[in-house]
């Protein structure tokens, strides 16, 4: 009886201390979830059209705010943004604040990698830039359109930031559908246009992972094909950095702005899969001269007939475009 007694006691220790290592949360986690909670009801006044409920909000950003000066207290001063920069950075994390469309907006997201890049725009530039994963707060922009899609590349004050999370859930559902299906020969790789511009790029990942089976563990195979993709797009995102960077003190509206990324990184290393995306998506642009140019790039090479596209047909458009808006600007 003794011995039964000892053996629960024992049982309930163990169940505590695990439980205790899975659900205990570090001072930097409820720092990042006070932040998140802070930024996004202010989001929420913004958008709210009762003044009814933007009081109860208001109410609950304070709280929010308040609850974070008192974590924070003696780690950073949330008043002084490089300090706040410096201390998420210590811990992986990219924080960002900045004014957007006369708004304050806010990014906090996972440094995947850093680095340094030199791109062609045609003038050399050289740049600081940051692959972020996904996203803990997003930028008001991103917040009120919903879901939908991300943008690929944005500049921050010092840095370009690459976004992962514009690619990576794309690359996992696309994984999960063929390890399924097992295709046997590239014929069953052409669904859609998404996933035949998908297949294109990613052709040797493809046929090595989903026909040859080198892989048969599945979670391995899964990161394998994410990782070995997300290299794959790396150039042309880091291309798009590169405009972005040399356009950086141009003061261009910001949906130009990105048009020009997009387009120049195309024009410097086009794939299927992103020409793709950016045909099926509708970024709402509102300058003038981002409205041309997404119209005429969704008027060009259709994707009725996505195998009829080639490489350097999307290099010669985007370029084409590019300095016709150059030309007209």
Same mark, same amino acid.
């Given at each position: 009886?003794?011995?039964?007694?000892?053996?629960?006691?024992?049982?309930?220790?163990?169940?505590?201390?695990?439980?205790?290592? &899975?659900?205990? %949360?570090?001072?930097?986690?409820?720092?990042?979830?006070?932040?998140?909670?802070?930024?996004?009801?202010?989001?929420?006044?913004?958008?709210?059209?009762?003044?009814?409920?933007?009081?109860?909000?208001?109410?609950?950003?304070?709280?929010?705010?308040?609850?974070?000066?008192?974590?924070? =207290?003696?780690?950073?001063?949330?008043?002084?943004?490089? /300090?706040?920069?410096?201390?998420?950075?210590?811990?992986?994390?990219?924080?960002?604040? !900045? /004014?957007?469309?006369?708004?304050? $907006?806010?990014?906090?997201?996972?440094?995947?990698?850093?680095?340094?890049?030199?791109?062609?725009?045609?003038?050399?530039?050289? *740049?600081?830039? *940051?692959?972020?994963? #996904?996203?803990?707060?997003?930028? *008001?922009?991103?917040?009120?359109?919903?879901?939908?899609?991300?943008?690929?590349? $944005?500049?921050?004050?010092?840095?370009?930031?690459?976004?992962?999370?514009?690619?990576?859930?794309?690359?996992?559902?696309?994984?999960?559908?063929? !390890?399924?299906?097992?295709?046997?020969? $590239?014929?069953?790789?052409?669904?859609?246009?998404?996933?035949?511009?998908?297949?294109?790029?990613?052709?040797?990942?493809?046929?090595?992972?989903?026909? #040859?089976?080198?892989?048969?563990?599945?979670? $391995?195979?899964?990161?394998?094909?994410?990782? /070995?993709? *997300?290299?794959?797009?790396?150039? %042309?995102?880091?291309?798009?950095?590169?405009?972005?960077?040399?356009?950086?003190?141009?003061?261009?509206?910001?949906?130009?702005?990105?048009?020009?990324?997009?387009?120049?990184?195309?024009?410097?290393?086009?794939?299927?899969?992103?020409?793709? &995306?950016?045909?099926?998506?509708?970024?709402?642009?509102?300058?003038?001269?981002?409205?041309?140019? !997404?119209?005429?790039?969704?008027?060009?090479?259709?994707?009725?007939?996505?195998?009829?596209? %080639?490489?350097?047909? &999307?290099?010669?458009?985007?370029?084409? &475009?590019? =300095?016709?808006?150059?030309?007209?600007?």
């Amino acid at each position: 009886m003794a011995s039964r007694y000892v053996h629960l006691f024992l049982g309930l220790v163990i169940l505590f201390a695990v439980s205790s290592i &899975i659900t205990r %949360t570090t001072p930097f986690d409820k720092i990042a979830e006070n932040l998140k909670r802070y930024c996004y009801m202010d989001y929420e006044i913004r958008v709210s059209r009762s003044s009814g409920d933007s009081r109860d909000l208001e109410y609950y950003r304070d709280k929010y705010k308040e609850q974070l000066d008192l974590l924070s =207290n003696g780690m950073f001063d949330d008043h002084r943004k490089d /300090e706040a920069k410096a201390y998420f950075v210590k811990n992986g994390f990219l924080y960002e604040a !900045w /004014e957007e469309d006369e708004h304050r $907006s806010y990014l906090l997201a996972k440094i995947v990698d850093r680095g340094v890049h030199k791109g062609a725009t045609p003038e050399e530039i050289g *740049f600081d830039y *940051f692959i972020l994963g #996904k996203k803990k707060i997003v930028p *008001f922009s991103e917040y009120r359109k919903g879901p939908g899609p991300k943008p690929f590349v $944005s500049a921050g004050e010092k840095a370009i930031y690459l976004y992962r999370d514009s690619l990576e859930p794309l690359l996992r559902w696309y994984f999960q559908s063929l !390890w399924a299906t097992a295709p046997k020969e $590239s014929s069953d790789f052409h669904g859609d246009p998404l996933s035949y511009s998908l297949y294109r790029d990613l052709q040797e990942i493809c046929e090595e992972i989903f026909i #040859k089976r080198h892989y048969m563990n599945k979670r $391995s195979a899964e990161e394998t094909f994410v990782e /070995e993709g *997300f290299k794959v797009f790396l150039p %042309t995102l880091l291309g798009m950095g590169a405009r972005m960077a040399a356009d950086r003190d141009k003061h261009l509206p910001s949906d130009y702005q990105y048009l020009r990324a997009c387009l120049a990184g195309l024009s410097r290393h086009p794939n299927h899969t992103i020409f793709c &995306i950016l045909k099926m998506v509708n970024l709402h642009p509102h300058s003038p001269l981002a409205v041309k140019g !997404w119209k005429i790039f969704l008027q060009r090479l259709e994707l009725t007939y996505p195998d009829e596209i %080639t490489l350097q047909q &999307i290099s010669e458009m985007s370029q084409d &475009i590019l =300095n016709n808006l150059e030309d007209s600007s």
